[in-house]
Nanobody, 126 residues
């Protein structure tokens, strides 16, 4: 069974940085997508950044392009989200999720991933 555990959230002032981590276990697919999603109070969940294991293609929400970077370290089964130049509107619960096995990078445009972590809170103050 796939398990995802996020960490790295916290409170930061606008303009600051945070790095989120997501450690995965039970993940044996050779082709999969992993991503970071967020949900603010009263808003729908949205995809922030997604990564396809086959070649490392990525997809970012327009609102975070140039500020956030998704990456992974397969040696330690960890997905990262480096968040720079944070804004108050980035405040949300951030979730790590994964979908697999997949057979193309179409998962970069999907939101209904099968496995989810418990989330980590990010709060950005102005």
């Amino acid at each position: 069974q796939v398990q995802l555990v996020e960490s790295g959230g916290g409170s930061v002032q606008a303009g600051g940085s945070l790095r989120l981590s997501c450690v995965s276990s039970g993940h044996t697919y050779s082709r999969y997508c992993m991503g970071w999603f967020r949900q603010a109070p009263g808003k729908e969940r949205e995809a922030v950044a997604r990564l396809y294991s086959g070649g490392g293609a990525t997809d970012y929400a327009d609102s975070v392009k140039g500020r956030f970077t998704i990456s992974q370290d397969n040696a330690i089964n960890t997905l990262f989200l480096q968040m720079n130049s944070l804004k108050p509107e980035d405040t949300a619960m951030y979730y790590c999720a994964t979908e697999g096995p997949v057979y193309s990078n179409f998962c970069l445009r999907q939101d209904n991933y099968r496995y989810w972590g418990q989330g980590t809170q990010v709060t950005v103050s102005s």
